[in-house]
């Protein structure tokens, strides 16, 4: 279609200028052919002209594009009737006793088919019909005439039409390839403007936020849901530079990594400029890279995880601490221990661990129920956290079992030792008395057992073990006991086993 729309674009041109060579031609013959006959074959090339100037006329401002067929053959149809008129002057015209007016005439019918073949080579076969049609009477006409002059012009004609033809043929092929050449420019665009709006479509509707920045860090800009999700304006935003020494020094680290490895990485709590709120965030930093494979800038993916983090808070929480009393579990308990038996800083420090449980909680729960059996437990769990220094750490193991880990920082010594007495002693004291349960104070003691042992040179299954059974040998003697592990208590242990609460 587009070959169709160059074959009429400026038609105007190459048919004024035939008419007026065709004019000057016949005036340059006027005395040795009939005036009559001239203008006759003047008026036929004339309105042949027209209907070609009213179909490009009609082409400007029709859609072509349904029929465009229908009009690249009507054009051709026109263009070899124009072809056939000026191949009927070369014979009409062909007057070898006045060689200045049959020069003329091949001067101008050159002309015209030069004209000819620069304007309709978009279609090869079109223009090699109607430079066919108007030279190639002229040229049998030379032979006909049989002189050495008569072909020698024949000749020259001859050649001066395969040269037409070839020059077509050339003239074809650039127009191909500049049209193949313009048709992938075009498709390239617009993919490009497609992936454009399929970008700028993402940008501005990314339940994420998405910020630009060039390669000096600075932000150049950003859409809304990162507004949204920082609680700002745009513009404090937009020219901020993440990599100034006064910008959060995590960020200008992620930015630095994308610049020159091509992606970074933040988390945390985004501190943009004095005096604006921290957000949780995480953000993915990627750089841009140009066609030399050099980073001009980059773009950001950042996600408000302020939710994620209070999710994940919640899990670990349900992971890791018990849901009544709120203490440390089993699971997190044993996992401090052994990690406190792993670390060699630990050699100056003692580290004592006690096992208690409350005595007749089964009665008690029998008794006023299991509601007042939890209220119990929770009041037991917040007289242990009063009692816990900067190291320590209670837990609630299961049922009514709880732990309590505490570190003195001197080595295991006698001194140590009766340090850690004194804190057992106290803090049987404090579990020791009235607590409230169903509206009525009710007196319940517990039975604890402890060890004491170096803190890093430590089994965590064996300390835990050997406090569990210095709280069973405390239960032994009566409860409301507290007994020190002991190494006889093995033996003891081995012959008596354990009471039940």
Request: overall charge negative.
């Amino acid at each position: 279609m587009a070959k169709v729309g160059l074959l009429y674009n400026k038609l105007w041109i190459p048919v004024v200028s035939g008419l007026v060579v065709a004019s000057l031609m016949l005036v340059a013959i006027w005395e040795a052919n009939d005036p009559g006959l001239m203008l006759r074959w003047l008026a036929i090339l004339g309105i042949i002209s027209l209907l070609r100037l009213w179909l490009a006329y009609r082409f400007h401002y029709a859609n072509p594009a349904p029929r465009h067929k229908a009009w690249l053959y009507t054009f051709a149809l026109c263009a070899l009737v124009a072809g056939a008129v000026w191949g009927a002057a070369g014979v009409l015209f062909f007057t070898p006793n006045h060689p200045e007016q049959l020069a003329a005439v091949a001067f101008a019918m050159a002309g015209v088919t030069g004209g000819g073949t620069s304007t309709l080579s978009s279609n090869r076969w079109i223009a090699m019909g109607f430079v066919i049609q108007a030279l190639v009477p002229l040229s049998v006409l030379f032979w006909i005439e049989g002189t050495l002059v008569s072909r020698t012009f024949g000749a020259m004609v001859v050649i001066y039409l395969g040269l037409m033809m070839t020059t077509s043929a050339q003239l074809n092929r650039i127009i191909h390839d500049n049209f193949t050449l313009r048709i992938g420019i075009l498709t390239r665009e617009a993919q490009l403007l497609e992936s454009e709006r399929r970008y700028r479509s993402i940008f501005d509707h990314s339940p994420f936020g998405v910020l630009h920045f060039d390669k000096t860090g600075t932000i150049t800009e950003c859409n809304d849901e990162l507004v949204k999700i920082l609680g700002i304006e745009a513009d404090l935003l937009i020219d901020y530079p993440m990599l100034a020494a006064s910008a959060d020094p995590r960020v200008a680290e992620a930015v630095r990594d994308a610049l020159r490895d091509g992606t970074g990485y933040f988390e945390g709590v985004l501190d943009l400029k004095e005096n604006l709120p921290g957000t949780p965030l995480r953000a993915i930093f990627n750089s841009v890279k140009d066609i030399d494979n050099q980073a001009i800038g980059g773009v950001a993916i950042i996600e408000d995880s302020t939710e994620r983090m209070r999710h994940e808070a919640i899990i670990h929480r349900q992971a890791n601490y018990d849901a009544l009393t709120d203490l440390p579990n089993r699971r997190l308990f044993m996992t401090r221990l052994m990690a406190l038996c792993d670390d060699a800083a630990s050699h100056e420090r003692t580290g004592v661990l006690l096992f208690l449980d409350m005595d007749r909680f089964k009665l008690i729960n029998d008794t006023f129920g299991h509601a007042a059996g939890d209220a119990l437990l929770v009041q037991v769990a917040e007289r242990l956290s009063s009692h816990l220094k900067d190291d320590d750490m209670a837990a609630r193991l299961s049922g009514d079992e709880f732990v309590m880990l505490v570190l003195i920082n001197q080595p295991l010594t006698e001194a140590a030792e009766a340090r850690a007495h004194q804190r057992m002693t106290e803090l049987k004291a404090a579990l020791t008395g009235q607590y409230s349960l169903n509206d009525q104070w009710v007196e319940v003691t517990p039975s604890m057992g402890y060890t004491c042992f170096n803190a890093v040179e430590c089994d965590h299954a064996e300390v835990l073990r050997q406090a569990d059974l210095a709280m069973y040998q405390a239960k032994a003697a009566g409860r409301a006991r507290l007994r020190r592990y002991q190494s006889e208590m093995e033996r003891v242990a081995g012959e008596g086993g354990h009471p039940t609460s």
